[in-house]
């Protein structure tokens, strides 16, 4: 029989100075039935400091001052004079591969002007800067955008303005979406809680258009569903504080009928929302109980239920602010608190939160980030502070104890492998449960060398045999676990993204309950040709089967297929006695959940497997619980 670590397909081990968190790895205790790593944040760097007004950074929502496209980060920001009062829009440029700074370029000027806040957003070799200001007079204070081609960002200055709004009374609440067709402004009224949007298409403006009404606050989007784009309009009414979306179809023309996404029965100030992977997440912050909510959805139309992230304390600057961003499978939710900055970090696709790290101390608020290109911004009055996570060159891991049933020899590990050049080096040693090493019997085994092959009937890219000789006469230990050390080049590129061990069972492991007769106590299951189904649409059912009775011992562990359409789905067990009463330590709650779709996989508990029953029980009842 062969075998693998378990959950180590989606363990990623960023060592890349374009990711935002390259993180030394430890080692930790499992507790999720995978490879468990405890990951530090490597020091941030700050890289620059640009004076300018708060404003650059302040009450974001969805608004960025930070895009990176190809390896270009853009910078966008406010600066303000009061002798004479006017505000610029100012951008600057920084190109990875040069290691280069352009500008600061004037996007435009604009006199006789109190405040002004900007967006942008660049798709199909163009950006865009939509762009309010606060004017003296009410009727004054408008939307305005400009455009250029992406590769010309440096003559923006030169282009045309062009004035969205005709009532003014408008205020920072702006956003601007490129599509693959144009573009979509987004603002909101002052007063009257209108949110209003005028489309970009073959080089024009099209008219306002009031959006809706009674909006609170907003956080549009683009988004792919089977390659059809979408933009997506997600506000809160005013009222209720329901959080709602909106679709268009047809790159902003037309907006159909409110789907309602979520209520936290609170009231909502703040949103921001970001997409990656198919997957789009938003943060909502609500200040009367001081708490971030998350929401996420594939298609924008069944959203996840609302979770509390974190709860945070009355920030000193008075700022309330809350940021999400994606990286990968990762989710950063950036928040303002009275201990500064904080960030809530999501390294399973947004399913849990479960460090908060401090980005910045006192004297510090308005977040946003970037992390594409690692980078996280916040005002500190004066300047915005633009910071970067430095790039590890060396990072390491240590996996869990590895402990198969019936163990007779390791035969090989896998590893899978993205990125790395020529400065790449992987190694890793085989320690036992007491940290002695086992194998080789000094040193490090280099990785990278090796060619691929296949290890537990999955192809890998790099196959080493455990042909030398392990420190222990007697054989290799039945608990091991893997050390490996990366070295790397900062921003090489590499990751780890899968480790796989190969070792021989000497004995089955598998429990069989063929036929109907061992069932008993069916709920909302259906036993048909393909095995034991969900019956219709229900969410859960259970069954029990048995009598199960050992003949000299128990077998090791059950083995369990499950086979499902979507990863949402877990099955759990309990172990039962002869009166059906739950055996200590083997309940519902005890249970590691199967959730992996592909089987077949051990069901086990958290303090032991089937193996461990006491031999003075002879018969045993499973109850199987499936769930959706």
């Keep these: 029989m062969s075998g693998r670590l378990p959950g180590t397909d989606d363990t990623f081990i960023p060592l890349d100075g374009s990711t935002p968190h390259s993180f030394l790895l430890g080692r930790n205790i499992s507790s999720d039935d995978g490879i468990s790593l405890t990951m530090e944040r490597n020091d941030l760097k700050e890289i620059r400091r640009i004076p300018s007004d708060p404003s650059s950074c ?17 910078i966008s920001y406010v600066r303000k004079d009061t002798s004479p009062d006017r505000v610029s829009f100012m951008l600057q440029v920084y190109i990875e591969g040069e290691d280069l700074w352009e500008g600061p370029v004037l996007i435009h000027r604009f006199e006789n002007v109190l405040d002004g806040f900007i967006d942008m957003d660049a798709r199909a070799g163009r950006i865009f800067f939509l762009m309010s200001i606060v004017s003296h007079a009410e009727e004054d204070s408008g939307v305005f955008a400009k455009e250029a081609p992406l590769d010309e960002w ?57 959006l809706r009404n009674e909006v609170g606050c907003m956080a549009p989007l683009r988004h792919y569903v089977d390659g059809n784009e979408r933009v997506l309009f997600i506000y809160t009414n005013e009222l209720d504080s329901h959080i709602n979306v909106t679709f268009s179809f047809n790159g902003g023309d037309t907006f159909g009928i409110n789907n309602l996404l979520g209520h936290t029965g609170k009231g909502i100030t703040s949103l921001s929302v970001a997409e990656g992977g198919g997957v789009i997440h938003l943060a909502a912050l609500d200040p009367s109980d001081n708490e971030i909510f998350h929401f996420m959805s594939e298609d924008g139309l069944t959203w996840s239920d609302s979770g509390i992230v974190a709860t945070y304390d009355q920030p000193a600057s008075g700022s309330e602010e809350v940021h999400v961003a994606l990286e990968r499978d990762n989710i950063w939710i950036a928040y303002d608190s009275g201990d500064g900055i904080l960030s809530s970090v999501s390294f399973d696709g947004g399913l849990t939160f479960n460090d908060t790290w401090e980005l910045q101390g006192s004297g510090g608020s308005h977040p946003s980030l970037e992390p594409g290109k690692g980078y996280f911004a916040y005002h500190d009055g004066m300047d915005m502070v633009l910071m970067r996570f430095i790039p590890s060159s060396e990072g390491r891991l240590m996996t869990v104890p590895f402990s198969p ?73 039945s608990s091991v676990s893997l050390d490996v050390m990366v070295r790397t080049i900062p921003g090489d590129g590499i990751a780890i993204s899968g480790i796989i061990l190969d070792y021989t069972s000497s004995f089955p492991v598998r429990v069989g309950a063929d036929g109907v007769w061992h069932l008993e106590m069916v709920d909302n299951i259906s036993v048909t040709g393909k095995g034991l189904e969900l019956a219709g649409i229900s969410q859960s059912g259970s069954v029990i089967i048995g009598p199960l009775t050992r003949e000299t011992s128990w077998p090791d562990v059950i083995t369990v297929r499950l086979r499902a359409f979507s990863s949402k789905v877990s099955l759990r067990g309990a172990l039962m006695d002869e009166h059906h009463s739950v055996i200590p330590s ?21 303090t032991g497997h089937l193996g461990s029953l006491p031999d003075d029980i002879p018969t045993i009842y499973l109850k199987l619980y499936l769930l959706t």
């Design 586 to 606: 083997f309940g519902i709650d005890e249970s590691i959940p199967v959730t992996r779709i592909q089987g077949p996989e051990q069901l086990m508990w958290r």
């Design 58 to 74: 302040s009450d974001l929502k969805g608004r960025r001052n930070l895009l990176v496209r190809d390896n270009v980060t853009y």
């Design 405 to 477: 049933m019936g163990l007779h020899s390791w035969d090989a590990v896998g590893f899978n492998i993205e990125g790395g050049g020529s400065g790449a080096d992987i190694s890793f040693r085989v320690l036992d449960s007491e940290g002695m090493q086992l194998f080789p019997e000094s040193g490090m085994e280099e990785v990278l060398p090796h060619d691929g092959g296949e290890a537990a009937s999955r192809q890998v890219d790099h196959l080493i045999e455990f042909n030398g000789t392990w420190t222990t006469p007697s054989g290799p230990d």
């Design 154 to 210: 440096f003559n923006v200055s030169s282009t045309d303005v062009v004035r969205l709004d005709t009532d003014g009374g408008v205020h920072g609440d702006i956003d601007v979406v490129a599509t693959d067709i144009g573009a979509v402004a987004f603002w909101m009224r002052r007063d009257y809680k209108d949110a209003f949007k005028s489309v970009y298409r073959n080089d024009v403006w099209s008219n306002e258009e009031v």
